[in-house]
């Protein structure tokens, strides 16, 4: 091959790093707060922007509910948007209980090919019905890079799944946008992998980043996953975004959710991602895990109190 074409070739396949903006995240910032002036130190991580030393502490407006701030934002539904009279019930169901954002898949990354993979655009449609109905935000996972436009339009928060944590396609497609967006932890993932996988968001442009742990592969194989707990309070102090935990996908077992949930809350989670169905036996997907309406009920009795206890109150 000549050298002129082989040339050619890898200019058009090459994709160019990101690059970190010259303002941010390089010299130590000097950030103006309430008390005066608060000097913070020069990023020494691989993720500047990521960086607790980078800004102060991001707090996300997801059309006027704040996420990362004194309030505990509860997001709750089903593990997919099944039909309208489900997504509806559960809806009303949350809001009532005091959730302010509604989730439900419509696109599913399921382990096998011949499981329910999500009703798709029709799944997003139902999932915004519901939200107008009741007022709650939404959040919906987004597996395809092709499908920002579509789910930008139907959903206030992007989902990027465990198993897409480091799809370095769709970080940079989702980092193209300003939507706010939630990022799963990887399953096998490090604390630094997944810093960086939100930095190439951060880079790309989109500062509404919020983390959430959701358990990881250990050698217990009696659940799940292990909901690593230890996660939150490291996260909070080594970045300045905010820290969702989802106790659902965490545990795999109904009966124990509400336990990790109170748990989740008293390390200082800025949030919960929780999976509840109005029949949670008859959930098409991951039915073991999904709590009950009366279950979200009294744990989120429980959530009010353990957020109290920690000078923080449930967003209402
Ligand atoms: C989900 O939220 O339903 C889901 C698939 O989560 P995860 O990516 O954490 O497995
Ligand atoms: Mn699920």
């Known amino acids: 091959m000549s050298v002129i074409i082989k040339e050619k070739i890898s200019k058009r396949v090459r994709t160019p790093p990101l690059s970190l903006p010259l303002s941010r995240g390089r010299t130590p910032t000097v950030v103006q707060n309430g008390n005066g002036k608060k000097e913070l130190g020069p990023p020494s991580k691989p993720y500047h922007l990521a960086h607790a030393n980078a800004q102060e502490k991001t707090v996300i407006d997801v059309r006027g509910l704040s996420v990362g701030g004194a309030q505990v934002v509860i ?3 089903p593990c997919s948007v099944e039909s309208e009279e489900q997504i509806m019930t559960i809806a009303r169901a949350v809001k009532e209980a005091g959730a302010t954002v509604l989730r439900g898949g419509a696109y599913k990354p399921r382990t096998g090919p011949y499981d329910f993979q999500g009703l798709g655009k029709k799944g997003l449609q139902l999932l915004q019905k519901a939200a107008r109905a009741t007022g709650l935000k939404t959040i919906t996972e987004i597996m395809d890079p092709r499908d920002v436009d579509l789910i930008q339009e139907y959903a206030d928060i992007f989902q990027i799944g465990a198993r897409n944590m480091q799809n370095y396609t769709l970080l940079r497609e989702v980092g193209r946008t300003t939507h706010p967006v939630l990022l799963k932890r990887g399953m096998h993932s490090t604390y630094k992998e997944f810093l960086l996988a939100a930095e190439y968001m951060l880079a790309g442009g989109n500062p509404h980043v919020m983390l ?10 009696e659940l799940r996953f292990t909901l690593d707990l230890n996660a939150v309070p490291y996260l909070k102090a080594e970045t300045h975004l905010p820290v969702i935990v989802d106790p659902s996908h965490g545990t795999g077992r109904r009966d124990l959710v509400p336990a990790m949930s109170r748990a989740a809350v008293a390390a200082g989670a800025d949030g919960l991602l929780l999976e509840c169905h109005p029949d949670p036996d ?6 073991d895990q999904a709590i009950s309406i009366e279950s979200f009920n009294q744990m989120m009795r429980e959530i009010n109190t353990i957020a109290g206890a920690i000078g923080r109150t449930v967003a209402a």
Do not use: L, P, Q, Y
């Open 75 to 77: 997001m709750a539904g």
């Open 212 to 221: 959430c742990e959701r358990g990881i592969r250990t050698h217990v194989t």
């Open 282 to 287: 008859k959930s098409i997907s991951d039915a």
